[in-house]
């Protein structure tokens, strides 16, 4: 195979990436294709998005949306200076012979997003769930969510590999500091808001009007992408 680099380190993972992703971006039979696009759904960022505002707007609990909220957006800032700074192309705009299962994706590839919100998350839910059997169950969820970055022809294996790390990182960051941070920061404005506040029940201000128009809104703006991307699609 053809070297791209001096170093025979990085030569050796380029070409170990190559053949696993044309070795499994045809693998399995249409059923599988879309239990692994389904699977890849829940690392996008709408779904970590819409459950911080959930648990803000619709079903208060400052842990679940402070550790959730500030977990991605660790993921925004690593990702995004990472992918800058690598710069790697995707699968499909390097390599003959890879279907692309998805809407071609226009963000670098190095590292996968899908990947780090997948094992981030899925720490962040067990440990506020206190549940190592909820971590080990969420964990082989988060390794489908990087297999199906891979199957579906947008992501190396490297890239899968370097988001679940970063994911880690971004875990523990928010575990250790950012989180609690996070809540502290919650609580403390919760005595400026002008109605009750009712933790970890629906809320009552779903009653007024003007309190559904805006959560419509809010939702609404984090469900926009899907809804251009869905509507693009049928066309």
Avoid at 70 to 78: A, E, L, V, Y
Avoid at 106 to 132: C, E, K, T
Avoid at 166 to 183: D, R
Wanted: with cysteine; proline share 5%; aromatic share 18%.
């Amino acid at each position: 195979m053809k070297k791209y680099s001096n170093n025979p380190y990085i030569d050796y993972i380029d070409q170990w990436d190559k053949r696993i992703i044309l070795k499994y971006n045809k693998f399995g039979n249409k059923y599988f294709q879309y239990f692994l696009k389904t699977v890849s759904f829940f690392g996008r960022s709408t779904v970590w998005m819409f459950l911080t505002a959930f648990f803000i707007f619709l079903w208060y609990d400052p842990y679940l949306s402070g550790y959730i909220g500030i977990t991605f957006i660790n993921g925004i800032w690593m990702n995004m200076f990472i992918k800058t700074a690598i710069n790697r192309k995707r699968p499909f705009e390097s390599l003959n012979g890879i279907v692309i299962f998805e809407p071609r994706p226009h963000s670098r590839s190095f590292p996968s997003w899908h990947a780090y919100n997948g094992v981030s998350q899925a720490i962040i839910l067990a440990y506020l769930g206190d549940s190592p059997l909820f971590l080990v169950l969420l964990t082989i969820f988060s390794v489908h969510i990087g297999f199906s970055r891979i199957k579906l022809g947008v992501h190396y294996p490297s890239d899968v590999i370097a988001g679940f790390i970063l994911g880690i990182i971004g875990a523990i960051i928010t575990i250790t500091f950012l989180g609690p941070l996070s809540v502290l920061i919650l609580k403390n404005i919760e005595p400026l808001i002008l109605f009750e506040i009712h933790y970890r029940r629906l809320n009552p201000m779903l009653e007024n009007i003007w309190y559904v128009l805006a959560c419509i809104l809010i939702f609404g703006l984090i469900l926009l992408p899907v809804i251009i991307k869905y509507l693009r699609k049928e066309q």
